[in-house]
C-alpha cells in the first residue's frame, strides 16, 4: 500500500474536519476522492503530503510515517494544489527549468525534461510567454508538468480539472491516463463524478469528514438500486403477458425489470419473451449514474 491512513482526524477549533478517516491505496492505482464542498478533501492532501499534521490517527506514504519522517515522503510525492502555484512573471519555460534546478537536476538535464514536459502537456507554443498571459487551462497544464518534474511515485491532484473547458479537461484527463500507465500512483479530488468515473479504479466518497462510500464506479452505481430493463410493447395487453413471464412493474405498454445492467440478463429476458411469442418494439437499459450515488449518500445536490 503506498498509502496508509488508520483514525484519521483533524479539528479546526470546534469543527471536526476529518473524523477517523480509514484509507489505502495500492500503488499503481488510480483514486478519486469525492466529495461536497467542505467534505475535508483538500485537508486529507494536505496531511497526506505533509503541509499540515492531523490531531490524532497516523498516515504513512510508502511506509514512510507523514509526521515522522516528513522529508521521506516528500521524496515519493508531487502536488498540484487546488490553485495553481506557478510563477507570473515567468515564462513557462522557466518556471519548468527553475523547479528542475530546485530538484538537482544538471543544466542540461533540467532542459531535456522542461522540453519532455512542454511537449506531453501540449504547451510548446507557449513556452516562452510569460505565465501571466495564460488561460486557467494552460496554468493548470503547466501546474501538472511542473508536479512531474521529479517523477513521482505518488501524485496528488486536488480538483486538477476544476474551470476547465472540455478539451482542456479531455487534455489532462489523457496526460493522467498516460502517468498510469507509466506506473505512478495518483491520488486525486475532484466534484466531478465524470472525472472519477472516467479516471479512476476506486472511489472514496467523503462527506463531512467521514467516508460515506467506497468502492469501483460500478459498485457504487449498483449499491444506488441497480439497472433497470424497459421493454416497450406494441399493446398493453402484450405488456401484460411479459409481466407474467418476466416480472418486474408495468407501466401502461411499458413493462420495467430490475436488472445488473449485463448483456447476459438481456439475453435471457428477450429468450423468455421470444419463446412465449411476445416480442417487444423497444428495449432500452438504465444504469444509475455516479450523479444518482452522489446525491443519494451525501443528500446533496451535485
Ligand atoms: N486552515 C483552516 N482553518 C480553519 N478551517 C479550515 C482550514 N482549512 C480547512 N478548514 C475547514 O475544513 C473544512 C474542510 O475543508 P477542505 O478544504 O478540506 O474541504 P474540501 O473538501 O477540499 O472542499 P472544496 O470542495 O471546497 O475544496 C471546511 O469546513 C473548511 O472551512
Ligand atoms: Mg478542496
Known sequence: MIVETAGLTKRYGENTVLSGLDLKVAEGSVL????????????????????????????????????????????????TGQYAAVDEEQTGRENLLMIARLRRFRRSAARVRTSELLERFQLPDVADRRVRTYSGGLRRRLDLAMSLVARPRLLFLDEPTTGLDPVSRTTMWDAVGDLVREGVTIFLTTQYLEEADRLADRIVVLDNGNVVADGTA????????????????????????????????TDGPTVSVPSDGSATHLHRVLDDLLTAGVRPDRVS??????????TTLTGAAA
Open 32 to 79: 478519486a476522492l469525492l466529495g461536497p464542498n467542505g467534505a475535508g478533501k483538500t485537508t486529507t492532501i494536505r496531511i497526506l503530503s505533509t503541509l499540515t499534521r492531523p490531531d490524532e490517527g497516523s498516515a504513512r506514504i510508502a511506509g514512510f510515517d507523514v509526521v515522522r519522517s516528513p522529508a521521506a515522503v516528500r521524496g515519493v510525492i508531487s502536488l
Open 285 to 294: 437499459t438504465h444504469r444509475p449514474t455516479l450523479d444518482d450515488v452522489f
Open 218 to 249: 460500478d459498485a457504487l452505481k449498483n449499491s444506488v438500486g441497480g439497472a433497470r430493463l424497459d421493454l416497450t410493447f406494441p399493446s398493453c395487453e402484450d405488456a401484460a403477458r411479459a409481466h407474467v413471464l418476466v416480472g418486474g412493474v
